[in-house]
């Protein structure tokens, strides 16, 4: 099976229902041999564009994950991004805002983390938080210190617009976005939590919110769709990723983000004629 980006992508206007939508595909790997190989080949094409992208210096790489808990953020971060230089390439994971944020609009905390041209960023869950647990949780909206609306419907207008407004505003500046919705099942959620508690070495990934927040599947799944229609466009694109396989997942996030790094106008500086002879006298003095 050949992996097409576009197969995963949201059409932008377009309506989501993730219950359409496969929490697990037909494997591109026919093996787990196969399947390391592959992110093995991947790794180190990413880590050649990599290096392309920063010697260009010309556009910055925003990736953003998101997903319900347990989906496979975390590890597709790791590996996908194992080959990459670090010097070059920056995680974020973003909790429950603080104090000193919350004083702030909600773009603020993260607009700080945005990575520079030539450098890739990465956000393990972002401001998309504040349309996802802050609608599936009113209480949090109302302890954020808004200003009076109509409804809270307006104000998730509001965010989506503000979400929109920013992200062509980055694309326009050099900053490509590509963003990433990992679509896990209900159970396959359920048998990871299961792991996590029978086997001592992940003990510490287990929470009992996780559990708590299990009980408000359903309106997580619906601030999922109604934010992926609304904030997909053809700038910053959303991919739903099936999930319930994390290395197909794995596979899948590393091919999108490939896809995206050839469609890119770059290429290494070229070498003038003056710096080129300034080059060859620096050549004859370390000769002598």
Not at 127 to 143: G, N, Q
Not at 172 to 190: C, M, P, V
Not at 218 to 227: N, P
Not at 239 to 245: F, I, K, R
Request: glycine share 4%; with cysteine; net charge neutral.
């Amino acid at each position: 099976m050949k992996i097409h980006s576009e197969d995963f992508r949201v059409t932008e206007g377009a309506s989501v229902d993730l219950r359409k939508r496969p929490t697990k595909t037909d494997p591109v790997y026919k093996s787990k041999k196969h399947y390391k190989k592959l992110l093995e080949h991947h790794v180190a094409r990413l880590s050649t564009l990599q290096q392309l992208l920063y010697a260009s210096n010309r556009h910055a790489i925003l990736l953003i994950f998101q997903a319900m808990d347990a989906a496979g953020k975390d590890g597709a971060i790791r590996h996908v991004m194992s080959g990459v230089n670090p010097q070059g390439c920056q995680v974020f994971s973003f909790k429950h805002p603080s104090h000193a944020e919350l004083l702030h609009d909600f773009l603020w905390r993260t607009s700080r983390d945005l990575p520079e041209r030539g450098r890739i960023g990465i956000f393990n869950r972002s401001y998309y938080e504040e349309v996802l647990i802050a609608r599936v949780h009113p209480e949090i909206l109302h302890s954020e210190g808004l200003p009076d609306a109509p409804d809270e419907e307006s104000i998730w207008r509001g965010r989506y617009r503000s979400i929109v407004d920013l992200e062509r505003h980055l694309r326009a500046n050099g900053t490509r976005i590509i963003k990433f919705y990992l679509h896990l099942s209900e159970d396959e959620q359920r048998k990871r939590f299961l792991d996590r508690i029978d086997e001592p070495e992940k003990n510490w990934k287990f929470s009992q919110a996780d559990i708590a927040e299990r009980k408000f599947w359903d309106r997580y799944m619906a601030a999922f769709e109604a934010c992926l229609g609304a904030t997909s466009t053809t700038d910053a694109p959303w991919y739903v990723v099936p999930a319930d396989d994390k290395e197909n997942a794995r596979l899948i996030v590393s091919q999108i983000i490939l896809d995206t790094l050839d469609g890119l106008d770059m290429a290494y500086p070229v070498t003038t004629a003056e710096r080129h002879q300034e080059l060859q006298l620096i050549r004859k003095q370390l000769e002598k």
